[in-house]
């Protein structure tokens, strides 16, 4: 039986098609792995799966190995992100300074559009509707108002994330007083410990705000703004872990009731009662974390915190209950 190709030990004839793609005046009969053309020993070039042409070399350089570099960045970025001792409060840190750069540009450009949708005041614990003031309650009315409410209970949360404009200094301090003692806080108990116990003295910090409603009405009515109550709650929490541990703590305590004393000076327009506030939540938040410390007792802190949160909410209802006007 014959067949339409040389048998064995016979010389082999070139075909039509056996030239190189780009060279067709040389014959070959090797093909490119990925296309299957012909290629010549110039246009050859070697590659862990065979022999490619130059044109399949330079397609797979451009695509998959561009699209892989990108992801092989992404992934190294994340793991050194991840790799930070103090992931949360970096995070932190740069959360407000976008907010405080947003705050900027509103203040110039647009009526202070950002800090107006962010800040706290006291009158947004009150319930939906028209509130009657007392009269004297509020400056310019001697005879009383009429106001009309609106609930937006997260702006207690919102409201950590801000700083005045009107005082550089202001988000400065807060920043560097984060930068010193969270991150030795969060490298002590954890990055999630670390957050929990933040957002509970921030939101701390605005009950402080809003409780002292009751006693000063015309405070309902005073806006505030300033990570501030966080920040305390992270200094007071610093104070009971390192306390836990016999260390001296005396410096600390000085440096706390100093910054909390500036607050009740005349004119420095402070909020003290965000402080005290935070102050409050953040120590008993860290007394919870340091009695429930050991992986035994770690159902228990979880139901401990998520029953200082729950605590938290309610008491941010309180106006719903007992209204302050």
Known sequence: MTTGGPSYGERAEYGETDVCYRHPGRQSFTLCQRCGRTICPECQIASPVGVLCRDCVKQTAAGPKGAARVRRSARVAGRRFAALEYPVTMSIIAINVVVFVLQLLTHYYGSDGVTRALWYVPTYSLADGVHQVA???????????????????????????????GFIPHILFNMLALYMFGRNLEQLIGKWRF?????????????????????DTSG???????????????????VVAFRSMNANVSS????????????????????????????????????????????????????????????LVALACAYLVVSPL
């Open 195 to 215: 957050l929990a116990l933040y957002l509970l003295a921030g939101i701390g910090g605005s009950l402080g705000v809003m409780l002292w409603g009751y006693a």
């Open 220 to 238: 309902l009515f005073t806006p505030t703004v300033g990570a501030s109550g966080a920040i305390f709650g992270v200094l007071a929490a610093t």
């Open 135 to 165: 009269p004297g309650a509020l400056d310019g009315y001697p005879d009383g108002a009429y106001l009309n409410a609106e609930f937006q209970p997260w702006r207690m949360l919102t409201v950590m994330f801000t700083h005045s404009v």
């Open 252 to 311: 600390l305590v000085v440096l706390l009731a100093i910054n909390f004393g500036i607050g009740f000076m005349p004119g420095a327009n402070i909020s003290w009662q965000a402080h005290l506030g935070g102050m409050v939540v953040g120590a008993l938040a860290m007394w919870i974390i340091v009695q429930t410390r050991g992986p035994r007792l770690r159902t228990r802190q979880i139901v401990g915190l998520t029953a200082l949160g729950v605590l």
